[in-house]
């Protein structure tokens, strides 16, 4: 199938917009997107071996 995603999509639930854009601003000043930092956030909480907190914007 064509638009088969690679991974498995979640949803998380009862994020308010304002939340959700400030979020992916922050994330992008560093370049990043907000799959990576929740990634990034998910491995740190689950204290993943190596993983440290992502950085935040200034």
Known sequence: ???QHKHKQRVIRGVPDEEVDA?????RALGAD???VTR????????QP???L????S
């Open 34 to 36: 907000r799959s990576r």
């Open 54 to 57: 992502p950085q935040r914007p």
């Open 50 to 52: 190596g993983v440290e």
């Open 1 to 3: 199938m064509a638009n």
């Open 40 to 47: 990034q956030l998910w491995a740190w909480f689950t204290r």
């Open 23 to 27: 979020f992916d601003a922050a994330a």
